[in-house]
């Protein structure tokens, strides 16, 4: 491969991830100023939610609409549309549908984790299990280390006992 074509090569990359870039900034701008107003704590920037048209009981339903805190969700042309930009990937919209596996979310949390979910079962036990995980950090920073905790604990069972 020749030199010319390496840099042609490489710059091509560049406008490329230039253009990807300029792209992705534009749409979070555009996302912060569309929810600012509705004040809502934008929990999960990256996410997909789909939603199952066979499955869907749409107009006897709109239980889904009713739930989102956005307006993400909307009716239209007699099925569930939803605009991504305000979807914030709450769940709220899982929790609330009749049926299973209908509506299907994909969230990646700020450290890297990715959930996914499509029912309200499994959404209740991955919300206790966030924070279940969120408690023991706070217990840590508080008591780095197990033997300090576990003392505590027996103290306090003490003051109870005694109380
Ligand atoms: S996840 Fe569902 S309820 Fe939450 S913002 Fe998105 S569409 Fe609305
Ligand atoms: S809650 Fe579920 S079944 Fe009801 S309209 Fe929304 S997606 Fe369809």
Avoid at 75 to 85: R, S, T, Y
Avoid at 93 to 121: A, Y
């Amino acid at each position: 491969m020749s030199k010319g074509s390496k840099s042609n090569e490489s710059s091509s990359v560049d406008m490329f991830r230039l253009l990807t870039e300029t792209t992705e900034k534009t749409r979070k701008k555009r996302r912060k100023e569309l929810l600012a107003p509705l004040d809502v704590k934008e929990f999960f920037v990256e996410g997909t939610l789909s939603i199952n048209k066979r499955t869907c009981k749409g107009v006897e339903c709109k239980l889904c609409i009713k739930a989102c805190p956005t307006n993400a969700l909307y009716w239209k042309a007699g099925e569930v549309g939803l605009m991504e930009d305000l979807c914030v990937y709450c769940g709220a919209c899982v929790l609330s549908c009749m049926v299973d596996d209908c509506i299907k979310i994909s969230r990646k949390r700020p450290e890297g984790i990715v959930e996914t979910f499509s029912r309200p079962k499994d959404f209740t036990v991955l919300q206790h299990n966030v924070n279940a995980r969120r408690r023991l950090e706070k217990i840590r920073e508080v008591f780095p280390r197990t033997e300090d905790y576990i003392e505590w604990r027996k103290e306090k069972a003490k003051q109870k006992k005694s109380s």
